[in-house]
């Protein structure tokens, strides 16, 4: 369980970036968070891994303080997926990147071996596995970090803008990503500006803007409330628009709850 | 949108400081000139008269802060060190003029004014070039190399290397972040320091070159290799008579401060 | 004649296997907008620097078939003049500000320098095109301290300003937040009316479906289907393909699967609101 309490966030320069967020999240879950740019967002999944250590407030992964460890132990548990590989991926084959962890924390070759087949197949990247990362182009070189993170197997996983530059066969990778993963048990984060992939695979939808989360509920409950949308400059998807430009109630989202009911 | 400032292009480029808005090669004559005198004369005088010059300069140009904090780091090593050492080299020559005794140990007078006359001829040079940096646009000096044949390639590759070396530093942050958030230990002693420090260097580097293609690609785009005529938005002002003159006095100054270490060398022999 | 005409195309890039483009032949007429999409190397992005000259005089490679611009192939194009003709904006905001200009207003005038526009000129042409795109509040500012979405619409306005007729965009808003997505959309509203001719990739199939006049679908390096944008969106196939269809297209279809036959499949949200109230109506 990750549980932010009453954390402020102030980067260095004096700029507040999150103030007083309450957000407790369990083992299992898939939650994807949304919000215009410099809502918080990045700030908030940062405090979650210890990059980010709340000025005010406390946060707590699995009955441990952030304040207390280093981001690398947290890392364990929390693994964090960037928006730009280019920012994470240095070795010289996607392989020998994704087993870096694994190898880093000393598992048998055997562990190695059934972590690394299991993100790759998850990831769909066999075919680029002894390729340069700097050859693969650049939306499945987003795969290879991921995989790289799931490989060092954390109990909770923060995806950053994963589907930005994926073409529609890599969001179905992803949306199938989320599914497999939170049935093995690990815990799905991600932040996302695409709202039809946050309405089809995330069961829990925080809004945030203004510094603070401002919507905390099932897909119906953030897009269907119109001051939620406003607020967090959000777009309704293009079901949930078209149901409400017709008129009709049951807060509609999905196309085939659309057509049964027209 | 702020028209005055759009239109503002029109006039030359201008500071409104007399030294900044200097054409940047005459002022670079005048520095390098007034430096290299500074090193032949190698009299402590000398070097602390560039020194008070340079320092009313910059309290001119209202870079001072700036100035002194890079001159201070300079200089105070620059004087302790040499001062000791010379006292130390010759502690026991004999024949030299004590100058006082500290807790023991005696100094003397020849042995201080050599160092006096090293440390205050670099003093003076960097003062005149930290006035002539810290008072000059690079994107300037590149226009007015420009304007005298150096191709706008040579100028670019100067000019974007600077502001890729800003980026660096940049995205080095997030590199390190990124490595610390896979769970690369990056706290703690030396080695673990080391170890981390290895997984950061290739992000970097390949950030850095594989940005190179695409901004080829984004200057190709913009006209970059179109041959004959290039224009300017930015241009300098035409130099006037006056800095020539400048010029002309600094390249006097150093003629005289050569003449002088050479005449001063012949007297020796 | 068409503008741009490809006959027969096949590209490998250097060191690799496999083909980029595949006996690929499309044309583009002038003043027209053409959207591009499909699968993620499908060769979108290879079929751009093709247009662009940057295949062959960049990226050597094997080139076979027939490219024309304006009926003189590809490979006797000079890359400066070309670049005065078909303007290029591509997907990352970060390498696509030149480094070296300290305003907005420097970097928006950079082609212009480069092609040698008299001042006066060059100023008012920075002018305009700073106040067409919106960007007016910014040309003080430092244009290496902007953000991401800043930046794209710089790279617009200094490539705009240098008005050539085609405008080749790959991709503008991959790397954007929505506001800065929304902000490239209404640039691209705004070129739609400028009687350029456009080729534009995107994966945003709804701003495709709003602007273009014409579609292609690319995908192993060669042209799975191509027509206007109404005909090509609406087709069952391309559910099966690694091509996405617009929310409201894949409504429609669905529309049809329940037997509840809207007159048209919609490709955009007015379009679909209008086409229920209608069966509603019947």
Redo the contacts between chains.
């Keep these: 369980m990750i549980e932010i309490k009453n954390a402020s966030f102030k980067y260095p320069n004096g700029f507040t970036a999150l103030e007083n967020i309450n957000l407790t999240i369990k083992e299992g879950e898939k939650v994807a968070i949304v919000g215009q740019n410099g809502a918080g967002k990045t700030t908030c999944v940062k405090m979650m891994n210890g990059l980010n250590r709340p000025f005010e407030g406390d946060v707590i992964v699995d009955g441990v303080n952030t304040k207390d460890v280093t981001v690398a132990t947290i890392a364990r548990k929390v693994g964090y997926v960037f928006q730009n590989p280019d920012e994470q991926i240095f070795n010289s084959t996607a392989r020998k990147e994704i087993e870096f962890m694994p190898r880093y924390y000393k598992l048998s070759e055997e562990e190695v071996k059934q972590r690394v087949d299991y993100a790759v197949e998850i990831c769909d990247i066999a075919r680029y596995m002894d390729t340069n990362p700097y050859e693969i182009p650049y939306p499945i070189r987003k795969f290879v970090a991921i995989a790289a993170v799931i490989a060092s197997r954390p109990k909770y996983i923060i995806l950053d803008e994963p589907t930005a530059g994926q073409d529609l066969h890599g969001t179905q990778v992803l949306g199938a990503m989320v599914d497999k993963l939170t049935k093995d048990g690990i815990t799905v984060i991600t932040i996302t500006h695409d709202m039809e992939f946050a309405v089809r695979n995330f069961e829990r939808v925080i809004a945030m803007a203004h510094k603070n989360i401002i919507c905390d509920g099932t897909a119906q409950d953030v897009f269907w409330n119109e001051d939620v949308i406003a607020d967090a400059k959000i777009k309704k998807p293009a079901m949930g628009e078209l149901a409400k430009r017709l008129g009709l109630d049951g807060k509609i989202l999905f196309c085939d709850e659309l057509v049964k009911r027209l | ?3 005055e ?3 503002s ?2 006039n030359y480029v201008k500071y409104g400081n007399g030294w900044k808005d200097m054409n940047p090669i005459s002022k670079l004559t005048i520095a390098v000139c007034l430096g290299i005198s500074s090193c032949v004369i190698q009299r402590w005088q000398f070097g602390v008269v560039l020194c008070i010059i340079g320092t009313l300069m910059a309290v001119y140009t209202k870079i001072f802060r700036k100035y002194l904090r890079s001159l201070l780091a300079i200089a105070i090593p620059l004087l302790l060190l040499t001062t000791i050492l010379r006292q130390l080299q010759y502690a026991h020559t004999p024949g030299f003029t004590p100058l006082f005794n500290l807790l023991g140990w005696q100094w003397y007078k020849e042995p201080f004014i050599m160092s006096m006359n090293v440390a205050w001829y670099i003093i003076g040079f960097s003062s005149v070039l930290l006035n002539y940096f810290l008072n000059t ?1 690079m ?1 300037d000096l590149m226009l007015a190399l420009e304007n005298r044949g150096v191709t ?1 390639v040579a ?2 590759i100067m ?2 290397s600077m ?2 070396i ?2 660096m530093k940049k ?1 080095a942050d ?2 390190l ?11 703690g002693n030396l080695i673990v320091r080391m170890k981390a420090f ?6 970097i580097l ?2 850095a070159m ?2 190179t293609e ?22 300098l002002r035409p130099v006037p008579v006056w800095e020539y003159i400048l010029d002309a006095l600094a390249v006097l100054v150093m003629i005289g401060s050569i003449a002088y270490a050479v005449l001063r060398a012949m007297q020796r022999i | 004649m068409a503008f741009i005409e490809l006959k027969n195309v096949s590209y490998k890039y250097p060191y690799t296997k496999e083909f980029a483009l595949q006996n690929l032949s499309c044309s583009f007429e002038k003043g027209k907008f053409y959207g591009i999409i499909g699968e993620n190397g499908g060769g979108k992005t290879t079929l751009c620097n093709l247009i662009r000259g940057l295949i062959p005089h960049f990226y050597l490679g094997k080139l076979t078939g027939e490219c024309l611009i304006e009926g003189k192939d590809i490979r006797d194009w000079d890359t400066a003049e070309l670049s005065s003709k078909i303007g290029y904006v591509f997907q990352n905001p970060f390498t696509q500000i030149s480094g070296i200009k300290s305003t907005v207003f420097e970097e928006v005038a950079i082609g212009l320098e480069n092609l040698g526009v008299p001042k006066d000129e060059m100023i008012e042409r920075v002018i305009n095109v700073c106040e067409q795109l919106d960007i007016g509040h910014l040309i003080k500012n430092n244009p290496n301290e902007l953000s991401g979405g800043q930046r794209q619409r710089v790279a617009f306005a200094s490539i705009i300003a240098m008005d050539t007729e085609t405008l080749v965009i790959d991709e503008p808003t991959s790397q954007l937040d929505p506001e800065g997505t929304e902000n490239v959309f209404k640039i691209i509203n705004t070129l739609k009316h400028s009687n350029k001719t456009i080729i534009l990739v995107e994966h945003k199939i709804d701003l495709i479906a709003e602007f273009c006049d014409e579609i292609l679908v690319m995908e192993d390096g060669t042209v799975a289907f191509a027509g206007p944008t109404h005909e090509v969106l609406t087709k069952r196939e391309l559910l099966q393909h690694e091509a996405s269809i617009p929310e409201v297209a894949k409504f429609g279809l669905a529309m049809e699967d329940a037997g509840k036959h809207l007159s048209s499949i919609p490709v955009t949200m007015d379009e679909a609101y209008r086409l229920v109230k209608e069966r509603k109506g019947r």
């Design positions: 949108m702020d028209r400032f759009a239109y292009y029109n646009e994107k706008h100028s670019y000019l974007s502001q890729s800003i980026d995205s997030t590199i972040e990124s490595q610390k958030a896979r769970g690369i230990e990056t706290d290895f997984p950061t260097l290739g992000p390949l950030s594989s940005g695409e901004k080829a690609i984004a200057m190709d785009a913009r006209a970059f290799s179109h041959e004959g005529g290039h224009t300017y938005l930015r241009v």
